[in-house]
């Protein structure tokens, strides 16, 4: 595997931090790895201009981030609707693989700043994407679809990693906490503390903790 | 605030001796046409959930789209109008009770107030606040908004929060605002499907847990 570098792709793509395989395939999967990875472009750089505007971009401004044409675009994606899509599942495969669950087994505090740590760092580099997702998901089922399942991927999250505080609650107590839980840590709570208030990150993580600490009943002994 | 609005100018206009009542009454049949045209932007909001076109706003109030293009210089200031109307009546019906109460009174009266009011100006929230790119006039307001939520949530919780450094006041306050959130509200409504009371105890219970002691 190598890094691709300037001479690979457009310039405009070369933060993109994409990787891929270098063999001497036949003539066909060098056509398919080409495109591939054409796709993978337009998608960091639909991604890209999603950060630096907050306005959903049009297929011009992609194709010409991205330093393809308009057309290139449109082979690859049907329309619009597909590309985000697409984006939206590249952007919850590399969000999961940046979260994965860690000190299930730590102490209380631990727990919660592990939790606290992963989710800022999610919120942090898919906020702009959370929130061109829900502008637009009523115009789609397959978006509307992936929401509910990040929304129900944070809830599991937060039930895992709290498990042994929620453990004491009956319901529909325990259900309650995780209802709160869910809207403490949501996107928006952290873009307020980001841009409204003008938090540092480890200002914003701190509000958090404290909350959480707060909102969980005491960690049962051992 | 009435959801169904009437449509034309019908209705006798007010008539007066001289010039003066002249003006005065041409002035009366502007202003409401100006307010019927803004609840019935609120109407269509409450029933699509969408942001109206020209047509369907003017439509439903019963006047033709200049009509409201004579009002409004564009769509984004009729947005600005709306979002007044609405700030004033929410302000209206949203006074302060229970201000010397008990700790549980309180938080209970913050919450039922806070949970009627996102039950009726989500939808509209939602719309006036998607796209603000473009609209400082509307920027503003959205903040104005927030402030207003904040400062409610300062008088109610006074005295737990008069016992706490600024700091800590600070962390507990930006935690109300995430949880008293539009969002958080149709989250519990919409996707969990907790009934207005439910969602009301989500918030009673996890407000009692981030408040301070209550001093005696």
Sequence with gaps: ?222 | MTDAVQSGDGGAPARGEGRDARVDGRRLRSERTRRLIIEAYIALVRETGHMPTAAQIAERAGYSVRSIFERFPDLTALRVAVTDYAIAEARANAALRDLDADRLTRIKSQVNQRGSGCERWLPLWRVLSADLSGAPDLQQRIGMIRQLIVMRMEMMFRPELSLVSDAVRKKIMLALEALLDFESWARMRELYGLSFEEACAVWVKAIDRLLPQTPA
Aim: charged share 30%; aromatic share 6%.
């Design chain 1, 1 to 222: 595997m190598r890094r691709l570098g300037e001479g690979d792709r457009p310039p405009a793509a070369a933060d993109a931090g994409l990787t891929v395989s270098v063999t001497s395939a036949p003539a066909v999967d060098g056509r398919r790895l080409r495109s591939e990875r054409t796709r993978h472009l337009i998608i960091e750089a639909y991604l890209s201009l999603l950060r630096d505007s907050s306005q959903v971009p049009t297929s011009a401004q992609i194709a010409e981030r991205a330093g393809y044409s308009v057309r290139s675009v449109f082979e690859r994606f049907p329309d619009l609707m597909s590309l985000r899509i697409a984006a939206t599942d590249y952007a919850f495969a590399k969000s999961t693989a940046d979260a994965e669950l860690r000190d299930l087994d730590g102490d209380r505090s631990t727990r919660i700043r592990s939790q606290v740590e992963t989710r800022a760092r999610t919120c942090e580099a898919w906020l702009p994407m959370w929130r061109a997702l829900n502008a637009n998901q009523g115009d789609s089922d397959e978006l509307r679809s992936r929401v509910r399942l990040a929304r129900e991927l944070i809830f599991r999250r937060l039930e895992l990693m709290y498990q042994p505080e929620l453990s004491t609650l009956a319901e529909p107590l325990r259900r309650y906490t995780l209802i709160a839980l869910e809207a403490l840590t949501d996107f928006e709570s952290w873009g307020r503390m980001r841009e409204n208030y003008g938090l540092t990150i480890e200002e914003a993580r701190e509000v958090w903790m404290r909350t959480i600490d707060r909102l969980l009943p005491p960690t049962p002994s051992a």
